[in-house]
């Protein structure tokens, strides 16, 4: 669903290095995607429902980007203190020398994909898919990845099937009802706005283990000097995220205007999702805390992908100073 887009960051960092950083009360954060994946969707929530505010944090926007070195580069050359960022895109960035820290783990498991086909395919299970072309949206992308894991745990090697780029998630649309690929992995909101023409071969928390998904980033300098800011920001977040799980109808219909979305598609999405914490145990929008084997199977997959190379240690690029007493990691 994310393109990994590393290169540039130099100019990020001086762009940044040249701004002057104040204790400003009101601001913009950046959130990849926002108003278009479901990631994004308890900032929503949050802004609507005065949940930054009240908890210290006048947040005045939501900047919306791209996802991985995009969203990076926002985040640095905008002199903002938080981003939501998909994990990969982060940690590359760290790699090549960005001044991040992550903060909180936001969305746990990939329980936004579904997999799936025309209603006529003799698809009927993922063993199904050998020989079969199957879409992604881009290389090096969280869905490519993924295409990789479905086909692992049917027990089937890459190669046994054909991976085709098709360009988003629309175009997978597109491309299915042209018959150009034979399934493809959708993402909400984009699965129920078109559900109705197709079938599921398999959801994604059906055959694959919690991934994490996004997860909260600042700045080193952010860390240094905006800790009540910070943490304020998680705080309403965190409260979002609640309302979404005991009020999904009120939840939903703030995301239908947010996201430019038909209400029965937003209802659609954010009760698939808030359900799917009952059926697999683990939330998908999560509090914050972190699942460090989530993010391990993470980083697994994106070097499937070339996306990552190298080992990744956590100690030195987690700060878990700015969760809640009881998120925080056990000792």
């Known amino acids: 669903m994310r393109t990994i887009i590393v290169s540039g960051f130099g100019a990020a960092l001086l762009l940044a290095a040249a701004l002057p950083f104040g204790p400003a009360t009101a601001e913009e954060i950046v959130v990849s995607n926002f108003g278009v994946a479901a990631n994004g969707m308890p900032y929503a929530i949050a ?21 991985g070195g995009t969203t990076v580069r926002t985040l640095m050359a905008g002199n903002l203190a938080y981003g939501e960022i998909d994990l ?6 760290i790699q090549q ?42 290389p090096r992308s969280t869905s490519q990845a993924l295409d990789i894991l479905l086909l692992e745990a049917a027990k089937l090697k890459p190669d046994d099937a054909e991976l085709v780029k098709t360009g988003g998630f629309g175009e997978s649309v597109v491309a299915l009802n ?36 996004v997860i909260g980033v600042s700045t080193g300098e952010a860390v240094a000097k905006r ?89 030195k690029i987690v700060d878990t100073s700015f969760l809640p007493d009881d998120l925080k990691p056990k000792k």
């Open 47 to 67: 802004m609507e429902k005065g949940f930054f505010k009240e908890a210290g944090a006048d947040i005045t926007g939501i900047l919306s980007s791209s996802g």
């Open 88 to 93: 990969a895109g982060t940690v590359a960035a």
């Open 97 to 138: 020398g960005a001044d991040l820290k992550i903060i909180s783990d936001n969305v746990l498991t990939v329980a936004e994909f579904v997999w799936a086909t025309k209603p006529d395919s003799p698809i009927k299970t993922i063993e199904d898919l050998k020989g079969k072309k199957i879409g992604y949206t881009n």
């Open 178 to 213: 042209l018959g150009s690929i034979d399934a493809a992995a959708m993402a909400e909101p984009v699965w129920s706005k078109n559900k109705s023409q197709f079938r599921v071969v398999v959801r994604a928390t059906e055959v694959l283990p919690p991934l994490c998904n």
């Open 227 to 315: 800790g009540d800011f910070l943490r304020a920001i998680l705080r309403g977040r965190r409260k979002a995220v609640e309302f979404m799980y005991s009020n999904p109808d009120e939840a939903a219909a703030i995301v239908a205007k947010s996201y430019n979305l038909d209400l029965a598609v937003a209802k659609s999405a954010v009760q698939s999702l808030v359900d799917s914490k009952a059926k697999s145990g683990i939330p998908y929008w999560g509090p914050g805390n972190f699942d460090f084997d989530g993010m391990d199977r993470m980083i697994r997959a994106q070097k499937l992908v070339g996306a990552l190379t190298g080992d990744v240690d956590w100690a």
